[in-house]
């Protein structure tokens, strides 16, 4: 009999690629998840990793146990979600990882929607980049994720994970107020290949979309100055210290004395925001009024 605790360490090890890093996001030990995985091999009767100096990599064996794992976690999860509902669950806590940005512009406010529709689910905020928030779902260290599009992130077909969309929101160019096409109207990405840039670091789903529209652009962006804030982001380009593109909501009452703020020309850059949960806990009765909420507070104005 396959336990299905082994298969959560299988998938943490296959999404994480080493045995340490499994091992830290599920508050294990390595030494504990390398037994689990030798335990869950004797079940079977398949070798399922390969280890190597550059990490764990899964066999074919592997490949196949986990593609049944994801659907066996997900039953699980609706098991979970049906108990829950049949015993009311109408109050309990749902822990809730997104970006500042995101933090602001849509969780702050479902929190509000929840304290007047669902008075008893209380929300604990976690603040974590796109892309580190979905690892923390499937971790089972958070509930529900808000994050950002980028390249490699799970796709709406991911087996381990169900989706929602909330808003889509444009990169504005950033530029000192002395650049040379500071007058200008929109600015052609093009015509900053010259210039220095400041942006995210690699790994942080921005950088993702700024280094692909410059990309379509023609030039590769010289970062030469790097923050995840965006507030020092524009603090640098206020200095003059290079240029930028940053979401439109990032930039919601920040000082922008020193910098001006240009749409960019023809298709702008753009980040796309979601929420996602373990694929079967979408029905969850604290999960469920947790995603409407963040829909509703995501959903423009009339």
Request: charged share 20%.
């Amino acid at each position: 009999m396959i336990e299905a605790r082994r298969l959560h360490i299988l998938r943490a090890v296959a999404d994480h690629r080493t045995v340490t890093a499994a091992a830290a996001a599920l508050y294990l030990t390595p030494s504990a998840v390398s037994q689990q995985l030798a335990a869950l091999e004797q079940e079977t009767g398949h070798r399922l990793v390969d280890r190597s100096a550059r990490g764990v990599r899964l066999t074919p064996a592997g490949e196949i146990l986990l593609s049944h794992a994801n659907a066996v976690l997900a039953q699980l999860e609706r098991a979970e979600s049906e108990l829950a509902a049949y015993g009311s669950g109408e109050a309990g806590t749902v822990t809730v990882a997104a970006f500042a940005t995101g933090i602001g512009l849509v969780v702050g406010p479902a929190i509000t929607e929840l304290a007047r529709s669902s008075p008893g689910i209380r929300v604990r905020v976690r603040d974590a980049e796109g892309d580190a928030s979905l690892l923390m779902v499937l971790d089972r260290q958070v509930d529900v994720a808000v994050a950002v599009e980028y390249r490699g992130a799970p796709g709406e077909d991911d087996a381990r994970l169900t989706r929602v969309a909330l808003y889509a929101e444009p990169f504005d160019a950033v530029l000192p107020v002395g650049h040379p096409l500071a007058g200008h109207e929109q600015v052609a990405l093009g015509a900053l290949a010259k210039d220095p840039w400041i942006g995210p670091y690699p790994g942080n789903p921005c950088h993702d979309v700024v280094v692909l529209a410059c990309e379509y652009a023609g030039f590769e962006p010289r970062l030469e100055h790097s923050s995840d804030d965006f507030r020092a982001v524009v603090s640098l380009a206020s200095a003059a210290a290079g240029v930028a593109l940053v979401p439109r909501s990032a930039l919601r009452g920040m000082d922008l004395t020193d910098v001006v703020i240009r749409p960019v020309d023809g298709v702008a850059p753009t980040r796309r925001v979601f929420a996602a949960v373990r694929r079967g806990a979408e029905e969850h009765p604290l999960i469920r009024p947790v995603l409407k909420a963040l829909e509703t507070a995501a959903a423009p104005s009339p």
